[in-house]
């Protein structure tokens, strides 16, 4: 019978054992920490909002249909190009940086 008080042991280690990894974590400064209210909505993978890594803008424009053309456009002249919805609305059409001046003359001849 089960009358000792044995079948607590086990669960009050556990919540022992949380309590003290808890204080250890608090101890190393990993509090949980409140976004800034200036922090962009998701992650923020990049310091600078614009900041695309390797990749670089050909070309910026008001509408999708048109990024896609020029994606078309610079697909049939060999060069990878993706395109990013930027914060403020517009569409970039963004290439590797040793292809973008080739894209940007394609871009310009349209």
């Known amino acids: 019978m089960a009358t000792s008080g044995w079948y607590l042991i086990g669960p009050l280690i556990a919540?022992?054992?949380v309590g003290f990894l808890g204080a250890?974590?608090?101890r190393m400064g990993l509090q949980?920490?409140?976004a800034p209210e200036t922090a962009p909505d998701g992650?923020?993978?990049f310091g600078e909002p614009d900041d695309y890594g390797l990749l670089w803008p050909a070309?910026?424009?008001d509408e999708p249909e048109v990024a896609d053309e020029i994606r078309r456009l610079l697909s049939d002249a060999?060069?990878?190009a993706t395109?990013?919805?930027r914060r403020d609305g517009r569409v970039s059409v963004l290439v590797f940086s040793e292809e973008v001046e080739e894209?940007?003359?394609l871009v310009a001849s349209l």
Do not use: C, N
């Open 78 to 80: 060999g060069i990878r």
């Open 59 to 61: 070309a910026v424009t």
């Open 15 to 17: 919540v022992g054992l």
């Open 43 to 45: 992650l923020a993978i």
């Open 24 to 26: 250890v974590f608090w």
């Open 32 to 34: 949980p920490t409140v």
């Open 83 to 85: 395109k990013a919805v």
């Open 103 to 105: 894209a940007r003359r």
